[in-house]
């Protein structure tokens, strides 16, 4: 329904994913549900409700990130000193999480405020939207990266000089202009290149099991963007 544009509900549906849009993205970002209800307006239980019906939905998720990503930044903790805010020194803690790219990613423990039995306390901990969000989103750059080389270098084994530029890349999409009468044939080109991050990536240690769909669309300007049926 929100990829339809022909179904009845399409406009609907398309309002519902674009208002859910927010929430998903503070909440994959490492945002509590505090957090999500001071970014987008709604209530704590709202934002409650919505963390909830994630982990329901997807609790493989949430078991990489406590046994695979937290574990490994707890296990590998280590003590320097730093300095704090207000000027003392004190051993702070810093554990590493490394991805299957071989890049390494450092977290360093913060202060926090808490309260126990009605009494504020400080203490040191790691900060959990940071090792939610920097594994993902670093990895997923890495993803991009490697796929617009993919797509740049079939695009030039095409010769299509003057006909098809890549002009941007921007989080999960390859941005084109296209001259008109090429539209079908680079779509179906940039398709098929950029759903191939399984196979591609299996030459840099990942062993992907789920697909990468990709949808194409195409218009005057990004306000005018339609689906493309390749």
């Known amino acids: 329904k929100c990829k339809d544009e022909s179904h009845p509900e399409h406009k609907e549906y398309k309002k519902l994913r674009t208002n859910i849009k927010p929430k998903a993205f503070q909440y994959q970002y490492g945002g509590s549900a505090f957090g999500i209800s001071l970014s987008t307006g709604c209530t704590i239980e709202e934002a409650e409700e919505f963390?909830?019906?994630?982990?329901?939905?997807?609790?493989e998720v949430e078991a990489w990130?406590?046994?695979?990503?937290?574990?490994?930044?707890?296990?590998?903790?280590?003590?320097?000193?730093?300095?704090?805010?207000?000027?003392?020194f004190s051993a702070v803690g810093t554990g590493y999480y490394k991805a299957p790219s071989g890049t390494e990613y450092a977290f360093i423990e913060q202060p926090k405020d808490k309260w126990v039995n009605g009494e504020q306390i400080r203490t040191l901990?790691?900060?959990?939207?940071?090792?939610?969000?920097?594994?993902?989103?670093?990895?997923?750059?890495?993803?991009?990266q490697g796929?617009?080389?993919?797509?740049?270098?079939?695009?030039?084994?095409?010769?299509?000089?003057?006909?098809?530029?890549?002009?941007?890349?921007?989080?999960?999409?390859?941005?084109?202009?296209?001259?008109?009468p090429m539209l079908k044939r680079a779509a179906r080109l940039t398709k098929a290149i950029m759903e191939q991050v399984p196979e591609v990536f299996k030459d840099h240690g990942y062993n992907i099991e789920v697909p990468f769909p990709v949808e194409v669309e195409a218009g005057v300007n990004m306000y005018s963007k339609h689906h493309v049926e390749v």
């Open 51 to 59: 963390i909830a019906a994630e982990k329901a939905l997807f609790p």
């Open 65 to 88: 990130y406590e046994d695979v990503v937290f574990k490994a930044v707890n296990d590998s903790k280590h003590y320097e000193r730093r300095m704090m805010d207000d000027g003392s």
């Open 125 to 144: 901990e790691f900060p959990i939207p940071q090792m939610r969000n920097r594994p993902v989103q670093g990895e997923a750059s890495f993803f991009v």
């Open 147 to 180: 796929m617009m080389g993919e797509l740049a270098y079939a695009i030039v084994q095409k010769r299509w000089d003057g006909l098809v530029y890549i002009m941007n890349a921007v989080h999960d999409a390859a941005y084109l202009d296209v001259y008109k």
